[in-house]
């Protein structure tokens, strides 16, 4: 295995252009020849995949919270190999973590920086301040001795007048951190945001030139070469060939809805079923497909079923095959979306009533948004799909979903948020279908 150097690209806040700021880098030095590959801080389904566009490499998610250390340091491990540089963008401002008591920043991207030793470059949003913004940088740079602000890039600045004013104030405040650019405001390099975030990569249909004019961008107004001096070789031993289990397999072939919308599924999940001898049955429900008969499980990630009511409602094959399946014992498991199209009906933001497959108890509506968000503690209640009672796990919920009716199923988990407070009974289980909100991540240490 070779050893790459890495660069953890952050911000002080969600909003200051770390995402596109990240593409560009990538493009920009995949097109230079670095052997670059990329990942992810936190829990996010969206960027990885962006990131792959850039790159042609798949991008891990690394969650210093709701992994195990064996996991963590597989996927730090799979990102090193045969490539020369690794760039990791970090999950909203620097330091925002799980919240824990005594500790806001666990879990956090500055958690993963100490972790690995890799320096940290701060995308700073400069639009609208201009000396101040050195002062900033310098709160930053002093808030954790374990972490390194090594550099700095100022995004969507003015005019050149800006940028010296930038450049003045950071040496005067921050003489050792180096502004590694300045880069215009650009209304092209907006990418479409919806309720859950960006609107995936499968949708851009112009996605390439997209990722192009930003490399573009950030190739003219960023200096790479003292960008790549900066970037450090992992302090974290390396794991051994191989990856850590995530989760239970669900069995040995399994079908996994896989489209626009159900596309919220952790890749480290899929390799781990698959080095653990797994064979993965991918299908599309929006294409009206049905789950193998060969699968003994089905799989429905997370995704937008919400958006596509109408059209799963429509989808007779899959919603037959999804009862079919339940019908011969087949385990049936949804995070999510998939827990939503489980249920008896779905209501959209237009308030339309969507009938789903029916094999949950479960009725879910849009029409009256309630933000469910954060990191999950979960354990199950019952035998299920995921094995016996009392199996804990780490994940997270992030959805817009109100229930409107549950019939008072049996329950799959009792969930706690990462404080350990606890949220009380989740999800349900009927036979062998199963279902939550809670995106699943890792098991939890025992």
Known sequence: MTSARGLVIAAPASGNGKTVVTLG????????GIGISSA????????PLFHAAATGRPAPNLDTWAMRPETLSALLSATQNDTQLVIVEGVMGLFDGANLPGRPDAGSTADLA???????????????QAASAAALVSGFARHRDDVTVAGVIFNRVGSETHAHVLHDAMNAACPDIPVLGTIPRDGRLALPERHLGLVQAGEH???DRFIDEAADLIAASVDLDALQALARTATLAKARDGRAESLPPLGQRVAVARDVAFAFCYAAVLDSWRVAGCEIMPFSPLADESPDRA??????PGGYPELHGARLAAATRFQSGL???????????????????????????DGRRHEMAGLLPLETSFAKRKLHLGYRMAETSAKSPLGDPGIAFRGHEFHYATVLTDDNASPLFRIANARGEDLGPAGMIVGRVAGSFVHLIDRADA
Do not use: F, S
């Not at 992810?40 to 960027?47: A, H, L, M, R, S």
């Not at 470059?121 to 639009?127: F, G, P, R, T």
């Open 25 to 32: 880098l990538l493009r920009a030095l995949k097109r230079a």
């Open 40 to 47: 992810k801080t936190g829990p996010d389904y969206i960027d």
């Open 205 to 207: 249909a112009a996605l």
């Open 295 to 300: 699968a003994d499980a089905v799989y429905l």
């Open 323 to 349: 009862r079919d399946a339940a019908g011969r014992g087949v385990a049936v498991y949804g995070e999510c979306g998939g827990y939503m199209a489980l249920g008896r009906g779905l209501v959209d933001a």
């Open 114 to 128: 100490a972790l690995t030793g890799w320096p940290v470059v701060l995308v700073v949003d400069a639009a609208k």
